[in-house]
């Protein structure tokens, strides 16, 4: 159980197995994929026949895809059915400046795009709701996790103890090395998140994400980090740090099905 890698020809797609129980799909993309972000400047046309393609593997269509444009802020976007396709084949469809999306309706698909950045998947089965969140070292020390639940929270009353979280592929405590001043400032949130060596600081994110999400109320066990790092596979991700600000990005995914 925990998070999976299922090949289909030409493509591969990682998923948590908990978050796929039939009332939701959730999944993230690897990088024989391709890029399937529109705002890192690849030809928009083979963007979207990209999309189209992976979606297609997952039973999903583009034309209920929700994107955010994402901005390493805290703002979450309250999602309903009028929002269907919003960001899917343009970028100004995209809800502005936003780095999470909440919902409770079916057959929308929420989307977040990285490359090293964590994506994060809530889902509680019970209202049902689920939730995307795009989460870089911004996003994380601001704790971006924190405001989509408590947003959560106030629109659908659920219950965080009842909720499913799982972390995808991201930059792992090895490869995210921070100044002293960053690392200070994580210090001030979740000290246990910070690692000090002789080689100097680094960042555990998918901690500090876990600690945010069990001090809301989540429970330990309920939180499935994929332990995959973007920068130490790079034939497998796209990694930012590692290949210096490359175009690709991975999609990440949930959608509530009709039942
Ligand atoms: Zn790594």
Redesign the pocket.
């Known amino acids: 159980m925990g998070w999976v890698q299922a090949n289909y020809p030409g493509l591969t797609v990682f998923q948590c197995e908990e978050l796929n129980d039939g009332q939701v799909v959730q999944g993230f993309s690897a990088r024989n994929c391709g890029n399937l972000a529109l705002h890192t400047g690849d030809d928009p046309n083979r963007v979207i026949e990209r999309r189209k393609s992976w979606l297609k593997v997952l039973g999903l269509d583009l034309d209920r895809l929700v994107s955010g444009i994402q901005v390493h802020g805290t703002k979450v976007a309250l999602v309903d059915r009028t929002a269907a396709g919003s960001g899917a084949f343009n970028i100004e469809g995209a809800f502005p400046e936003t780095d999470a999306l909440i919902t409770k309706e079916t057959e929308l698909i929420l989307a977040t795009y990285t490359a090293d950045c964590l994506p994060i998947f809530v889902y509680d089965p019970v209202t049902p709701a689920i939730g995307v969140i795009h989460a870089g070292w911004r996003g994380t020390i601001k704790s971006i996790v924190t405001f989509t639940i408590k947003r959560m929270i106030e629109e659908f009353g659920i219950n965080p103890v009842n909720c499913l979280a799982a972390i995808g592929p991201s930059?792992?405590?090895?490869?995210?090395r921070v100044d002293r001043q960053l690392a200070e400032a994580f210090e001030k949130v979740h000290p246990q998140t910070v690692i000090e060596d002789e080689s100097g600081s680094r960042v555990d994110l998918q901690a500090f994400i876990r600690l945010d999400l069990t001090e809301i109320g989540l429970k330990p066990e309920r939180i499935y980090d994929a332990k995959l790092?973007?920068?130490?596979?790079p034939d497998r991700f796209f990694s930012y740090r590692a290949e210096k600000g490359v175009i690709g990005r991975m999609m990440g995914i949930i959608a509530l099905k009709s039942v």
């Open positions: 930059i792992c405590s090895g490869c995210f790092c973007t920068s130490c596979h």
